[in-house]
């Protein structure tokens, strides 16, 4: 059955081909209707194999605080109506691997009450998670955060308890400037009945962004106003105001991590992101083909059970580091032409032509380098272009044949004109 499902899914065949190929190799005679019940009942058990490879990649031997990584990705089914789904992720970047999964509809959100973390855990999560009951759930659990924010997504204090005023906290910051203050995350609901019962400390840094990426903000601000066709006419000023900054907060003391630190962290954000590229356009899990909910859950399931595994080949793979011995004390060259010595220390590129050629004269044809080289003792540096050596075309042409050719006393001529 998981042969089945691996080759329905991440296979990339039909029902009918997956049917005809296990009947062809003497796995399973069933038809295509039969395959698709057993595919749609077989849910529940490929999420727990796929669980079961999570567990598995669990290793020993952690650090006090592991990077824990937060993000959510949509894959739309096939066809006009086409259902989404969520893939509700946490990514371990030291392991390289996903360390939780889940698999929601549209009706599940992003949040980070879906994830379970441990003691001593950091969390990396972008500004679509900054809500205060996640932030509360991250806390509970005694792991600590770094979260990027907008003005207005979390209610904060100053340390006495009044608003924050944010046109006085961006006033006077230059490009790359980094300003940290202590702030209040206020919890105490949209009615706010009791104020203060339930707000915590944090960091909030601040940090000016260069022109180019302000102006990048700034339009995003305006198209997205524009898009939704909100009713005032211009975005609040507060926030063209913020498109100039970015802003996180975090729970970790400033004991320890400076906030160069905490932005440079931050920045690791990034690897999740890649991850999922690997799983949509490397492995293909974006191309549902499936309408009905319980197939595309097998399918999906199916992908991510491909997913893990390839993951844990490539870190078992990464896990031993390069060896140095063979190369050491040999300094990398650029193969160059045999004919002109000077270029192989100087590491010029020799398929660059000299800026003084006579072009009057005719181009000699180039040898391939790769060949013409003696390799012996030498640690070769790919150029910047790979050279592929030119292979002429071969053209087939219909030879016309006369009336006398046809006969077998006249071979001769058709072979004088075939050059024999």
């Not at 999420?47 to 949509?74: K, T």
């Not at 969390?123 to 600590?144: K, Q, S």
């Not at 006495?160 to 006033?171: E, H, K, Q």
Request: hydrophobic share 35%.
């Amino acid at each position: 059955m998981l042969r089945l499902a691996l080759a329905y899914g991440p296979g990339g065949m039909s029902l009918r081909s997956a049917a005809a190929w296990a009947a062809g190799c003497d796995i399973a005679h069933l038809s295509d209707v039969g395959l698709l019940k057993r595919l749609k009942g077989a849910n529940d058990w490929l999420s727990y194999i796929a669980a079961s490879l999570l567990n598995d990649n669990i290793r020993e031997g952690r650090a006090e605080r592991r990077l824990r990584i937060v993000d959510g990705s949509v894959i739309r089914s096939s066809g006009k109506p086409g259902t989404n789904w969520r893939l509700h992720a946490t990514y371990d970047p030291a392991e390289g691997r996903f360390s939780q999964l889940e698999i929601s509809d549209t009706h599940g959100g992003e949040n980070l009450s879906r994830h379970t973390f441990e003691k001593g855990d950091l969390v990396l999560a972008d500004r679509g998670y900054a809500r205060t009951p996640g932030l509360m759930h991250v806390r509970e659990m005694g792991a600590d955060f770094i979260m990027r924010i907008g003005w207005s997504a979390i209610r904060l204090l100053t340390p006495t308890g009044a608003r924050l005023d944010w046109n006085a906290l961006y006033a006077g910051m230059q490009p790359g400037e980094i300003a940290e203050h202590e702030v209040l995350v206020d919890h105490s609901g949209r009615k706010r009945g009791v104020p203060g019962a339930s707000t915590f400390r944090c960091r909030l840094i601040i940090r000016r962004k260069d022109e180019a990426s302000s102006e990048r903000t700034r339009k995003a601000i305006w198209f997205d106003h524009r898009r939704k066709q909100r009713v005032a006419a211009n975005p609040n000023p507060l926030t063209v105001a913020s498109a100039d900054f970015l802003l996180l907060l975090t729970s970790v003391p400033a004991r320890e991590m400076s906030p160069d630190n905490a932005i440079a962290t931050y920045r690791l954000r990034w690897q999740i992101e890649l991850a999922f590229k690997r799983l949509k356009s490397g492995l293909g899990i974006d191309a549902l083909p499936a309408r009905d909910s319980q197939l595309a859950r097998s399918w999906l399931a199916a992908y991510l059970i491909a997913g893990l595994l390839i993951d844990e080949a490539v870190a078992d793979s990464l896990a031993f580091p390069p060896c140095v011995g063979a190369t050491a004390g040999r300094a990398p060259v650029a193969v160059a032409n045999p004919k002109n010595p000077e270029e192989r220390t100087s590491g010029r590129d020799p398929r660059r032509s000299s800026p003084h050629r006579d072009r009057t004269k005719p181009r000699r044809r180039r040898q391939n380098p790769m060949r013409a080289t003696p390799t012996k003792d030498i640690a070769v540096q790919p150029a910047t272009r790979t050279m592929t050596p030119h292979v002429p075309a071969l053209h087939l042409h219909r030879i016309p044949c006369r009336s006398g050719d046809q006969s077998g006393n006249d071979q001769s001529g058709l072979n004088k004109r075939l050059g024999r």
